[in-house]
């Protein structure tokens, strides 16, 4: 099946950049989301991406697709104590399969 | 974005009861629902796909009888987790999109489930 992996811890200085990385094994992928979660909520839609667009940014976020090794990545700029949470990568064919989550700790 | 809403955020029942849990969107209409698990410190699993006016179709290794889910309008979806066992106990989130067209998928707020 799909297989989605993604590291599960990050930690980052605030005011620094934070790259979240994702690979996928699905070829057949038509989107690709990445999703935030706060403790004890649901999902909020970041922001997604279409497969056959390799970058899409929307304020402070950057998403940036490598098609070829199916290697997704989201750049939050300056990042902030608000961004603290658990990011989650998704990618979509007939389903969607999530990530492991990535937890991003912002240091002060 | 579009707003998914779930109820109830939480529940506590004793085990052998049924729980109801819904799933509305609230500014769209939903012709496929998605309902997912989660467990502490996991991702999502995806359950089943709740396609309104017909049957849901659930993955593999979930019981269909047990966890019952009915799509019987555009907005509305419910899933029945019928004679809950602690094992049950789980943090349960639907999602909706406005179709393949846009790509979007907005979830609910969640349900957690704990049966004693």
């Known amino acids: 099946g799909e297989d989605v992996e993604q590291s599960l811890f990050l930690s980052v200085r605030e005011g620094d950049s934070s790259v979240i990385n994702c690979t996928y094994t699905?070829?057949?992928?038509?989107?690709l989301y990445w999703y935030k979660q706060e403790p004890g909520a649901g999902l909020q839609l970041l922001t997604y991406?279409?497969?056959?667009?390799d970058m899409k940014q929307d304020q402070r976020l950057t998403v940036l697709l490598n098609k070829k090794d199916k290697h997704l990545s989201l750049r939050i700029a300056d990042t902030q104590t608000g961004d603290s949470a658990i990011y989650f990568c998704?990618?979509?064919?007939?389903?969607?399969?999530f990530g492991t989550g990535t937890r991003l700790t912002i240091i002060p | 974005g579009a707003v998914v809403s779930q109820h109830p955020s939480w529940v506590i029942c004793k085990s052998g009861t049924s729980v109801k849990i819904e799933c509305r969107s609230l500014?769209?209409?939903?012709?496929?629902m998605f309902w997912y698990r989660q467990f502490p410190k996991q991702s999502l699993m995806l359950m089943a796909t709740?396609?309104?006016?017909?049957?849901?179709?659930?993955e593999q290794g979930v019981e269909k009888d047990k966890f019952l889910i009915n799509h019987a309008s555009l907005t509305l979806s419910t899933l029945t987790v019928t004679s809950a066992h602690p094992e049950d106990s789980s943090f349960y989130i639907c999602?909706?999109?406005?179709?393949?067209?846009?790509?979007?998928?907005?979830f609910g707020e969640g349900s957690r489930l704990t049966v004693l």
């Open positions: 998704a990618e979509k064919d007939e389903k969607l399969t």
């Open positions: 699905d070829s057949s992928s038509t989107y």
């Open positions: 991406i279409f497969s056959n667009m």
């Open positions: 500014d769209f209409q939903a012709t496929t």
């Open positions: 709740s396609n309104e006016g017909s049957k849901a179709t659930y």
């Open positions: 999602s909706g999109g406005q179709g393949a067209r846009t790509g979007e998928l907005f």
